[in-house]
């Protein structure tokens, strides 16, 4: 099944299954892009506005820019299933066989790169949400917070995807200089995507 073509219905379905993909990568890119969404309709619903006619042209320029993260994110929902097949296979490699080090090694890491790329867009994406949040219109002030907790989570559902498969490879270099990166990606994004729900509830609160 190509899941970008299927319905919610289906992609949940498959997600509930014994199926090897969708997993938790793919889940997590289809929340970051649901989250960037959410920005860009906070844009839709201030560009055009009087009352915001001093940011116009910043809210269609951070528009332009979610709309590319979104596309991006549902990119990354056929990149983790096509990285993951291969892996899923690697695991049934006799561990007695010679060549099942090299193949599991390189399956590992082709496994990682889509879940890190998940990451750094949903970093991304925050950055934008704080700027919808900050001067969007005040009437989908929630939908901006709600867009900040759902790349949260999705940054969450990336990294503890990345470090699953770091945790099984042979070459610890590279592993913990990819790990130390998807550190220090979480600790500049999570807190900030807090701020941005924090900030939001207590101006609707």
């Known amino acids: 099944m190509e899941l970008l073509n299927s319905t919610v219905a289906e992609f949940t379905e498959s997600l509930a299954s014994k199926a090897p993909v969708p997993g938790g990568g793919g889940a997590s890119a289809l929340v970051g892009a649901v989250g960037i969404a959410l920005g860009d309709m906070v844009g839709e619903f201030t560009v055009g506005k009087k009352r915001y006619a001093d940011v116009e042209e910043e809210m269609k320029a951070l528009m332009e820019k979610a709309q590319d993260l979104r596309v991006k994110l549902l990119a990354c929902i056929e990149k983790d299933a096509a990285a993951f097949e291969p892996l899923s296979r690697a695991y049934a490699i006799p561990k007695d066989a010679p060549e099942r080090e090299k193949v599991m090694e390189e399956c590992l890491r082709a496994a990682a ?26 009437i989908v002030l929630s939908d901006a917070a709600c867009g900040a907790a759902f790349c949260r989570s999705a940054m969450q559902g990336a990294a503890v995807n990345i470090l699953i498969n770091t945790k099984s490879m042979r070459d610890r270099d590279y592993a913990g200089a990819l790990d130390a990166k998807t550190e220090e990606l979480l600790a500049q994004y999570l807190p900030l995507a807090e701020e941005i729900y924090n900030k939001v509830t207590e101006r609707i609160g």
């Open 113 to 138: 790169a889509p879940p890190f790329e998940i990451l750094g867009l949903c970093g991304e994406a925050i950055d934008l949400l704080q700027a919808f949040a900050e001067k969007g219109s005040v």
